[in-house]
Nanobody, 121 residues
Framework: QVQPVESGGGKVEPGTSLTLSCMSS????????VGWFRQAPGYDRGFVAA?????GKTVSMDARFTISRDHAKNTVYLQMNNLQPDDTAIYYC?????????????????WGQGTQVTVSS
C-alpha cells in the first residue's frame, strides 16, 4: 500500500522559495498519480497541483507552484516560488491509482499527514 510522507515544510519569509517532497513509506510511487493539497486555518482543504503517473501531465492552480517527480528517487516535489503569507497552510500529498491527472480531493485514496508551511516576516 502506498503511504505518502511529506517533508520540507517550515517557516520562510515572504518572497522566498521552498520545495516540498513527498515519498512513499510503503509501495513505490511508480504506479500512482500524485497531488498536492493545502489547508489554511479556517478554510477547507483545496487543490494545489497534480502530476500523472508517468509524469507527462501536470496541472497547477498557481503559476508560482511547479510539481514534478523523480521515479528513480520515488519522490514527488512541489516547488513553490515567491511565497506570500496567504500561502501559509498545511500542505498534503495524496496518491491515486488513477493514471491521469486528478484535481479533486475525493479522487485520492492515500493521504499523508501534512507538512506545515508558514510564510511570515
Amino acid at each position: 500500500q502506498v503511504q505518502p510522507v511529506e517533508s520540507g515544510g517550515g517557516k520562510v519569509e515572504p518572497g522566498t522559495s521552498l520545495t516540498l517532497s513527498c515519498m512513499s513509506s510503503g509501495e513505490t510511487f511508480s504506479r500512482v498519480s500524485v497531488g498536492w493539497f493545502r489547508q489554511a486555518p479556517g478554510y477547507d482543504r483545496g487543490f494545489v497541483a497534480a502530476i500523472s503517473m508517468a509524469g507527462g501531465k501536470t496541472v497547477s492552480m498557481d503559476a508560482r507552484f511547479t510539481i514534478s517527480r523523480d521515479h528513480a528517487k520515488n519522490t514527488v516535489y512541489l516547488q513553490m516560488n515567491n511565497l506570500q503569507p496567504d500561502d501559509t497552510a498545511i500542505y498534503y500529498c495524496a496518491a491515486t491509482t488513477d493514471a491521469y491527472i486528478v484535481d479533486y480531493e475525493t479522487g485520492y485514496d492515500y493521504w499523508g499527514q501534512g507538512t506545515q508551511v508558514t510564510v511570515s516576516s
